[in-house]
């Protein structure tokens, strides 16, 4: 079930658009290529399965996008390449099992990141790199059994100084080693 592509083109004037609890399991390409004054997208409590590397490409504009509560398994790794002012992003209550190398790496301006309630097992070195501005990270929720040295680079240019707020509960962890954080 999908919205036709042409469903929103005379709302040119759109800045926040809300498509909570509706049957949608696809969102298609373009849907949104005339909505360049949106700054928030809710999309929570869907059947969205996966996103294309096109469905987000003009909004330039979005601040908030939720995809909490959808049946996402894995992420196109540029899916969120073209939201680099966003804030705040909900991935929260999916199946994500994992996520790609830098798959956040433009969002820099990203204060909030939501991944609890997944299936990820294991982060990729450099997952969360670019993300200078993060304050909260959630985690919770997941299978993490450890978390590799290079998912949070304390080192680089995106260093994690901003992180104020980071969950780790409710996962399967049985180590972490003494340069996780570092």
């Given at each position: 079930?999908?919205?036709?592509?042409?469903?929103?083109?005379?709302?040119?004037?759109?800045?926040?658009?809300?498509?909570?609890?509706?049957?949608?399991?696809?969102?298609?390409?373009?849907?949104?290529?005339?909505?360049?004054?949106?700054?928030?997208?809710?999309?929570?409590?869907?059947?969205?399965?996966?996103?294309?590397?096109?469905?987000?490409?003009?909004?330039?504009?979005?601040?908030?996008?939720?995809?909490?509560?959808?049946?996402?398994?894995?992420?196109?790794?540029?899916?969120?390449?073209?939201?680099?002012?966003?804030?705040?992003?909900?991935?929260?209550?999916?199946?994500?099992?994992?996520?790609?190398?830098?798959?956040?790496?433009?969002?820099?301006?990203?204060?909030?990141?939501?991944l609890s309630y997944n299936e990820?097992?294991?982060?990729?070195?450099?997952?969360?790199?670019?993300?200078?501005?993060?304050?909260?990270?959630?985690?919770?929720?997941?299978?993490?059994?450890?978390?590799?040295?290079?998912?949070?680079?304390?080192?680089?240019?995106?260093?994690?100084?901003?992180?104020?707020?980071?969950?780790?509960?409710?996962?399967?962890?049985?180590?972490?080693?003494?340069?996780?954080?570092?």
């Open positions: 079930i999908f919205i036709n592509e042409y469903a929103f083109k005379d709302l040119k004037n759109l800045e926040e658009l809300y498509l909570s609890y509706n049957s949608l399991t696809f969102i298609k390409d373009f849907l949104f290529d005339q909505q360049f004054k949106l700054n928030k997208l809710i999309l929570s409590y869907n059947k969205i399965e996966n996103l294309t590397s096109n469905v987000f490409i003009v909004l330039k504009n979005l601040r908030n996008l939720d995809l909490s509560n959808n049946n996402l398994n894995i992420l196109n790794p540029n899916c969120f390449s073209d939201l680099v002012l966003v804030n705040y992003l909900y991935l929260n209550k999916n199946q994500l099992k994992s996520l790609n190398r830098k798959q956040f790496s433009r969002m820099r301006q990203l204060f909030i990141l939501d990820l097992v294991n982060l990729e070195k450099e997952c969360f790199d670019g993300l200078n501005n993060l304050n909260k990270l959630n985690l919770d929720h997941n299978k993490l059994e450890f978390i590799s040295f290079g998912v949070f680079n304390f080192n680089s240019t995106n260093s994690f100084q901003l992180l104020d707020e980071l969950y780790l509960n409710d996962n399967k962890l049985i180590s972490l080693s003494s340069n996780t954080f570092s």
